[in-house]
């Protein structure tokens, strides 16, 4: 009795450790099932990954390449004049990177340009380079510097000329002298001023006297004076004593009419030959003197020139 009871106590210890060795079983291999089906997931899942990841690098690089391709855009920026008083200059606009081309300077009256200064105090080079932005420069000028006179002066050269009333008078100024023998029309010259005489490459035909009798003659220059026709003497001491130019071993009379031979205006010209003016002003060689008038001035410090009566004094320079 003991002996059935042992064994059929044994035989269900032996049936259950069977099924628990069966459930074992049975549950490691639906583990290994889940667990191999699980690493097909994965596997699966990261070749998607993959895939998509060699799709998006393609993407990227045809993004990249067309971003290659793709024109540089070209900047361009602007420079503003600002004249500063002078012409007006139109702006320019130039791209970035590029040597620029100034416009033509402005101009201002009584003014030089000098240059166009930048926002730094920079001057502005033509074909230079600048940073690309936009900017105005400004131009800089320099006052050209004149001669000028107080109101109701004229300016002469540097000196300015006020007329002042004048009388006439039987004598010539003081310092200026009248021709001896006196001249038709008893002008005086102020021998301190003196111009050379204009040489002449040529004279005109023109009428003259030859021993009281009238010719026309051409004449011919020399030593800035004109001379005309033959006195149809044959030596030149007797062509001296009738005051005769001894020239091609001919005795040729000299115009001495007062005409004005090559001598500024209001200026003569006086012959050394014909002239003295005073004792002790003997003149030697032709030249040009000024012409003054007998005149007087009714102001004291007034000067004589010309033909009348001027208050002089220094221009000013600025």
């Not at 001057?123 to 000028?141: F, G, H, N």
Request: proline share 4%.
């Amino acid at each position: 009795m003991n002996k059935k009871v042992v064994l059929i106590t044994l035989c269900a210890i032996l049936g259950v450790i069977c099924l628990i060795l069966i459930g074992f079983k049975i549950g490691q291999s639906i583990s290994n099932k889940n667990s191999s089906g699980d690493k097909t997931v994965e596997k699966e899942e990261k070749k998607e990954e993959k895939i998509e990841e060699k799709e998006e690098g393609k993407e990227e690089e045809k993004e990249k390449k067309e971003e290659d391709n793709k024109p540089e855009e070209v900047k361009k920026v602007t420079i503003t004049f600002d004249s500063n008083g002078g012409s007006n200059v139109a702006s320019i606009e130039y791209t970035c990177g590029e040597k620029i081309s100034l416009p033509k300077e402005p101009t201002q009256e009584g003014y030089t340009f000098k240059y166009w200064e930048k926002d730094d105090g920079t001057v502005l080079i033509d074909k230079s380079i600048l940073e690309c932005k936009d900017r105005t420069v400004r131009a800089i000028w320099e006052k050209i510097k004149s001669y000028h006179c107080p109101e109701g002066y004229t300016l002469k050269e540097k000196e300015c000329y006020k007329p002042v009333a004048s009388y006439p008078s039987d004598e010539c100024p003081e310092g200026t002298y009248e021709a001896i023998p006196p001249a038709e029309n008893k002008l005086c010259y102020d021998l301190d001023d003196s111009k050379k005489v204009k040489s002449f490459d040529k004279c005109n035909a023109r009428e003259v006297e030859v021993r009281g009798e009238k010719v026309v003659a051409e004449g011919y220059a020399e030593n800035g004076q004109c001379y005309y026709g033959d006195l149809k003497i044959d030596n030149s001491s007797e062509c001296s004593k009738e005051k005769g130019y001894w020239k091609d071993n001919k005795c040729w009379v000299e115009k001495r009419d007062g005409v004005n031979f090559g001598c500024p205006e209001g200026y003569k010209i006086v012959f050394d030959t014909y002239y003295m003016f005073h004792i002790h002003k003997t003149l030697y060689g032709s030249a040009c003197y000024p012409i003054v008038p007998k005149i007087k001035c009714e102001d004291s410090n007034a000067v004589i020139k010309e033909n009348g009566c001027y208050l002089i004094k220094p221009a000013e320079y600025y």
